[in-house]
Nanobody, 126 residues
Framework: QVQLVESGGGPVQAGDSLRLSCVVS????????MGWFRQAPGKEREFVAA????????YYADSVKGRFTISRDNAKNTVYLQMNSLKPEDTAVYYC???????????????????WGQGTQVTVSS
């Protein structure tokens, strides 16, 4: 059974940094791409960042480009999201996710992911 567990969220001030972690178990972590999504109250879940299985390809939403960095440590079965220069509009529940397959996946679409963590709340105050 594939399980994803996020951690690292919390309340911060605008301009602060946070690093989210997501530990994956139940599969060969290094063989699959990983993504981060977020969902604010009353809004749809939106793409934040994704990384290919090898770590060589990364993708970011325009709203976080230049501020957020996705990375992975295959030895630790962990994907990270380093978030710098946080803004109040970054407030959301953040989810990590991974697809069941490695081909034909649009890494920016939530519907193409099959396994999700429980989410971690990030609250940025001004």
């Amino acid at each position: 059974q594939v399980q994803l567990v996020e951690s690292g969220g919390g309340p911060v001030q605008a301009g602060d940094s946070l690093r989210l972690s997501c530990v994956v178990s139940g599969r060969t972590f290094s063989s699959y791409p990983m993504g981060w999504f977020r969902q604010a109250p009353g809004k749809e879940r939106e793409f934040v960042a994704a990384m290919g299985w090898s770590g060589g390809s990364t993708y970011y939403a325009d709203s976080v480009k230049g501020r957020f960095t996705i990375s992975r440590d295959n030895a630790k079965n962990t994907v990270y999201l380093q978030m710098n220069s946080l803004k109040p509009e970054d407030t959301a529940v953040y989810y990590c996710a991974t697809p069941r397959r490695t081909w034909g996946v649009n890494l920016q679409l939530p519907k193409d992911y099959d396994y999700w963590g429980q989410g971690t709340q990030v609250t940025v105050s001004s």
